[in-house]
């Protein structure tokens, strides 16, 4: 099992920043590849960025390219979203999820086996 514990969230203005952090604990940290998330009301969850559990590897979804960047720190066996540019569309519940590394950066939520409790992000115009 792996236990993850999301934090970071708040209300921002609109061209403002967040970074949203993810604390990991239980099975080795490193074996596993780490994801971000967001679902807004009414939407389906939607993949944001992950990184390879190295960090040598990282995937953004277009929409976040250029705004987000994941990182980790595998010391203290956490993951980070900066978030910078924030809009209005981005307000969302942000969840951090982990996946068994395979070697594939995956977008797809059904193949992560680990979900945190999320955070709730809300951007103001």
């Known amino acids: 099992q792996v236990q993850l514990v999301e934090s970071g969230g708040g209300l921002v203005q609109a061209g403002g920043s967040l970074r949203l952090s993810c604390a990991a604990s239980?099975?080795?940290?490193?074996?596993?590849?780490m994801g971000w998330f967001r679902q807004a009301p009414g939407q389906e969850r939607e993949f944001a960025a992950a990184i390879s559990r190295s960090a040598g590897s990282t995937r953004y979804a277009d929409s976040m390219k250029g705004r987000f960047t994941i990182s980790r720190d595998n010391a203290e066996n956490t993951v980070y979203l900066q978030m910078n540019s924030l809009k209005p569309e981005d307000t969302a519940v942000y969840y951090c999820a982990a996946r068994y590394s395979w070697g594939r950066l995956s977008a797809r939520p059904e193949e992560y086996d680990y979900w945190g409790q999320g955070t709730q992000v809300t951007v103001s115009s």
């Open positions: 239980g099975r080795t940290f490193t074996s596993y590849d």
